[in-house]
């Protein structure tokens, strides 16, 4: 599990174990306490439109994850893969209320695909997640996910209350910049 709410970037690949790889030598410079507990890897997404495909994270108690995702050919994933190539496809952060926080980001009047719909894993049913359009973020898409941990053994496990911030909306800091909605 991450340090904080920012829980981890994911980049859209089109081959996981080099991907792994890579990334195994980077961190082991730049980032060793990346590699302390075991990847967390999964070989096919077995739901919604881009069932099939397979990802990993390098697991990080300190610090923000890095994560992988490997699309299917012919899914819309694999289709923006072959256009765009690889790139970052998004940055996640997580709360305790994936709802609430999509009903708070609404009514600050945020861009959100599908009307912030939730959407939940059928492999890990304590999973919710949505997502913040590119269009308010400038330029990446942003994960809103229940918090998640590791227990070193290759999987993710519901980690609720792990952080002391609850949710968007509740530090008054930049008001004056950015006023919070009513």
Known sequence: MPSGPFAHVCMVVSDLEKAIEDWTKILRVLDPQSLEQR??????????????????????????????????????????LAKVGEHVHHLCFTTDDVQGAMDKLKAEGIHLPGDGQVFNDPDMTWQKWSWVGAQSTHGCLIEVAAPYESKNDGRWYHAPNKFAYKGPGEHPSHAEVAPIAA
């Open 39 to 80: 990847i967390v890897k999964y070989d096919e997404f077995s739901a919604g439109d881009d069932a099939g495909m397979k990802w990993a994270t390098f697991v990080n108690d300190h610090s923000t994850e890095i994560q992988f995702i490997q699309p299917s050919p012919n899914t819309p994933m694999g289709r923006r």
